[in-house]
Every structure is written in C-alpha cells, then in structure tokens.
C-alpha cells in the first residue's frame, strides 16, 4: 500500500486518507478489511477489522449491542461480505464499543468468541453485577477525592449503562494470552496483551505482512482514556499504559502500518508512542505546579487539565483520568498526601 503524508503534515502518514462509509468495507492491509460501526457519542464510531480465514472472515471487535448496529452487520453481511462466512469473533477488551454485540454475533452467525480472561470475565462480572459501583466504599472512594454528589450518582450507576450496550456473552470462550501465536488463514499473527485503557486489552502483530491491529492502546490523534477506577483504588493505570508504549516500541517496527480502534490507519507507531507519554508527562507538570502553590482534591485538578466546561458524564471520566496522573506521581514520589478538615484528601508537590 502506498504511503501518503497526512495533510497536517506531522510525523504521521495516513495511507487511506477517508474512512469507509457504514455498510461499506475498505481494504487497509493484504487480506484485511475494515468497517466503520456508528456510536452514539462523542467519539462516534469504532473501527471492526476482517481478516481473511480461509473460506471466510474473522471478526475483530463489534460496536455497541443497538439497532443501529445490528443494521450495519446485516448489511454487511447482506452485501460486502455476501458469499463469505464469518468463521469466529475476537474481542480485544471489555470496554461496549468493543464487546457490545458480540453475544448478538456469536449467536446469530454460530462463532466461537476469543479474548481475554480479564476481558471476559470483566464484561461478566458487570453483567452479572450491575448495582457492584454503587455500593458505599465505591461512593465514599469518589466523595473523598471531592467529587461532588451528584456526579458520584452518575458513576456510581454507570454499570445499568453499560449493560444497555452489551448482549449477554456466550457461556464459554477460548482465551488469548499474550506471546501466544494465532493461525489466521494460514498467517501467523501474534498475540500481544497492554495494560492502562483496558486491563489485558488484545492487540495482534502479522510479522508477514508487518501490521499491528493495536485496539485502543495507540490512536493516531486522541488520547486513550487511562482512569483509576473506584475497584482499584490505589491502582497505577497510567504507569502500566507507559510501561506497555515502550514494550510496543521494542517489539513492534517502527515501520509497522498501525490499525486502530478509532480514528485512520496510520504509520508512525513509535512517533506517536512518544507524543502519548509526552502528553502525559505535561499534564504531570501542570499537576504539580498546581499542587505546589496549595494542595488540591482529585476533582479540584480537573479544570488543571480540562480546560472546558464538562457535564456530568464527562466529569466522571476526567476525574477517573486525573486521579490515575494522581496515583501515578503518588508512586514515583512526586506528590504527598494531606487529609483536610472536610475529610476530603488532597495531594501538595514534594518539591
């Protein structure tokens, strides 16, 4: 495939400058072919990708579980794909845009479903629990760090939200563990796991054919959601998403032709690897020249890093996702913390 620059001119290349419209398919790699599945979000649409196997076409990743999205499979499947069958569903994390329909999937079309442990049995565990966040060490965990009330309600009950998006799952399925190798229409494709934006997320790499199907752990012009989560509350996500970029820079070429979950294809793996811990590290630096001039609750960080106004829903994410730089500097001995007279904790830089 020939290379083209991008036309912002930076040090990405987007060989196939438009997505493809829903319903249709476009060929992005030798035996690949990609989708684009609607979301009724901000972000408003998730790559799928089919890999020629065989008689047929594996399936990697499914949208949301609505009606929307089922129209775009069985028009895919009406037309595009018409005389191919689909010969098994694999999922490279528990987040809804990526498990959504993979129930739906794996029953109507008779597929085997591979992912994950944690994938699995994460989306279980909030299917068979939805009411799980709500209980009150969760609550207490988000009004601590200063959460406002009325947003620690909406994150509290986020779990009914997603299972609105995601049909039950199959009872079994095979599990991909990373340095595995999986046989893909006669392709080697290896099996490599990140950490940060989803636990064990998935990501495949065709040496034969040099590209890397990446999921939401690198995206060409946003920023994968890294966020400390109520569960885990002294977790470091944003360390293991650092961590994760330089084993990816070590393991797959620079030269790799990068297939995301969002946003173009694109080369520039390792450029854009940089670019994401650059980021990080400057908000780390707006954090601490923050906390240096006085101490600051997780949510009182949040304009620090947001600079707009947010609604309830998006407050949720930007203050899981402050909380994680919080964590992050915690554990590298960058900030301390101080409990107020309000029982609310807050951090101050150590120098």
């Given at each position: ?9 930076d ?17 992005v790699a030798?035996?690949?072919?990609w989708?684009?599945i609607?979301?009724?979000f901000?972000?408003?649409h ?5 890999i020629?196997?065989g008689?047929?076409?594996?399936v990697?990743?499914?949208?949301i ?19 191919r ?8 994390h528990?987040h809804p ?5 993979a129930?739906w ?11 994950s ?6 989306c279980?565990n ?9 209980a ?10 200063g959460?406002?009330?009325a947003?620690?309600?909406?994150v ?10 995601v ?6 399925f ?5 340095g595995d ?9 290896e ?5 940060g934006h989803?636990p064990?997320q ?11 199907l990446?999921?939401d752990?690198?995206l060409?012009?946003?920023t ?5 989560w109520?569960v885990d509350?002294l ?12 084993e ?13 979950g969002h ?7 390792h ?17 601490a ?5 006085a ?5 009182e ?9 947010l ?9 899981s ?8 500097m915690?554990?590298?001995?960058e ?6 007279a309000d ?9």
């Amino acid at each position: 495939m020939k290379r083209q620059p991008s036309k912002s001119g930076d040090s990405l290349i987007f060989p196939v400058p438009e997505p493809p419209a829903p319903g249709r398919l476009a060929a992005v790699a030798p035996g690949v072919l990609w989708a684009r599945i609607p979301l009724p979000f901000r972000l408003d649409h998730i790559n799928v990708y089919l890999i020629e196997d065989g008689d047929g076409w594996a399936v990697l990743d499914t949208g949301i579980d609505n009606p929307p999205t089922r129209e775009v499979w069985n028009a895919l499947v009406a037309g595009p794909l018409a005389g191919r069958r689909l010969t098994r569903l694999l999922v490279t994390h528990f987040h809804p845009d990526h498990i959504g329909l993979a129930g739906w999937l794996c029953e109507r079309f008779g597929l085997p479903l591979l992912t994950s442990q944690t994938s699995y049995l994460s989306c279980q565990n909030i299917s068979l629990r939805p009411g799980a966040l709500d209980a009150k060490p969760y609550r207490d965990f988000y009004l601590r760090h200063g959460l406002d009330a009325a947003t620690t309600q909406r994150v509290a009950t986020q779990g009914h939200g997603y299972l609105k998006m995601v049909s039950g799952l199959p009872p079994t399925f095979q599990r991909l563990v990373a340095g595995d190798d999986l046989d893909i229409g006669g392709r080697r494709f290896e099996v490599l796991t990140g950490n940060g934006h989803a636990p064990e997320q998935v990501m495949l790499y065709c040496a034969a054919d040099n590209f890397f199907l990446a999921a939401d752990q690198v995206l060409a012009k946003i920023t994968p959601n890294i966020s400390v989560w109520a569960v885990d509350p002294l977790g470091d996500p944003l360390g293991l998403y650092i961590r994760s970029l330089g084993e990816l820079e070590a393991r797959i070429p620079a030269d790799a032709l990068v297939l995301p979950g969002h946003q173009l294809p694109f080369y520039g793996l390792h450029a854009r690897s940089r670019e994401l811990i650059a980021h990080h590290d400057a908000r780390c630096a707006a954090i601490a020249r923050a906390c240096r001039e006085a101490p600051r609750s997780a949510a009182e960080l949040v304009p620090v890093i947001f600079h707009r106004d947010l609604d309830p829903h998006q407050m949720s994410f930007a203050f899981s996702e402050v909380q994680a730089h919080v964590n992050y500097m915690l554990r590298r001995g960058e900030l301390a913390w101080i409990e107020g007279a309000d029982e609310v904790e807050r951090v101050v830089a150590r120098s």
